[in-house]
């Protein structure tokens, strides 16, 4: 499966994928803002991709900009028992190539996730954890139209379709010409 | 860029960012600071192409990371030197 627009592409995670994720995963800088913070071993990374490839509760993608990935991104379900039925979904991604860590193109697989959700899989709600101390993922939400639902060390987060079809009309518009 | 377009960019930048023009050096980079978010990004750019008389691609918009880079990427679309 895959998604493109935006300018970029997410490709469904592949077998010959796992190492580069792997490595990616357990790089201090993303690990940091990772809800567990173990180093995972390439059999646990196995083991976890044969958990979830046919899971129709998960779906794991990797980030192409300009034919190179540069990060991961994933829907997993909340509640129920695949991503088509599912009323609450939770995205989640990260960028991993420092040039676009801190640019305007992380916002590109996450617009192209939320259309996914809202109009293909007919979502209701978009909802996500983050840690307090990741200030950037929190701005970054914010300015998707996420809302703050539970306030603690760990931040619930959740953005309707009417919410996020007003606050993302302008980087669509920048993302899309 | 001339001395004339180098003060239209830091005008536009300083405007967009609502920063101080002593503030707009080459150095200064997107996200580095609060008032250089992506909001400001798009506010940015669209004071640019006003600014400039200019469409930017979405490429060279994504690109436009500092002050330094923005420069460059206006020399590419003929802001005179």
């Known amino acids: 499966m895959e998604l493109q627009g935006y300018h970029v592409k997410l490709m469904q995670l592949r077998r ?9 995963r357990n790089d201090p800088k993303i690990q940091q803002f ?14 976890w991709f044969e958990k979830i490839n046919n899971d129709p509760r998960h779906l794991q993608f990797v ?9 991961a991104a994933n829907l997993k379900v909340i509640s129920g028992d695949a991503l088509q039925n599912a009323q609450v979904i939770e995205p989640g991604l990260y960028i991993y190539d420092d040039k676009y860590r801190a640019n305007l193109l992380a916002f590109a697989p996450t617009l192209l996730l939320n ?10 709600k978009l909802r996500a954890v983050v840690k307090k101390d990741n200030i950037a993922a929190l701005n970054y939400n914010q300015k998707l139209g996420y809302q703050v639902i539970k306030d603690g060390d760990l931040v619930e987060i959740e ?3 009417l919410n996020y079809e007003k606050v ?9 010409r | 860029m001339t001395k004339e377009n180098q003060d ?38 669209a004071e640019l192409e006003d600014v400039f008389d200019i469409m930017l691609d979405t490429d060279d918009i994504i690109d436009m990371s500092s002050v330094a880079k ?12």
Not at chain 1, 34 to 47: D, G, K, N, R, V
Not at chain 1, 115 to 124: N, P, R
Not at chain 2, 15 to 42: C, F, G, K, R
Request: net charge negative.
């Open chain 2, 70 to 81: 923005a420069k460059e990427i206006l020399i590419k679309y003929g802001v005179e030197m």
């Open chain 1, 115 to 124: 259309d996914y959700c809202f109009d293909t899989l007919m979502a209701q």
């Open chain 2, 8 to 45: 239209k960019l830091i005008e536009a930048f300083a405007t967009a960012l609502n920063i101080d023009n002593s503030a707009v050096t080459e150095q200064l980079a997107y996200n580095t600071i609060p008032e250089w978010d992506s909001t400001a990004h798009m506010v940015l750019i």
């Open chain 1, 63 to 71: 980030i192409y900009y300009k034919d190179a990935p540069i990060g």
């Open chain 1, 34 to 47: 990772m809800l567990s913070q173990s180093q995972i071993t390439p059999e646990q990374q196995q083991a």
């Open chain 1, 168 to 176: 993302s009309k302008p980087l669509k518009r920048l993302l899309s």
């Open chain 1, 159 to 161: 953005l309707d379709k």
């Open chain 1, 16 to 24: 010959e994928d796992l190492e580069m994720v792997r490595q990616w």
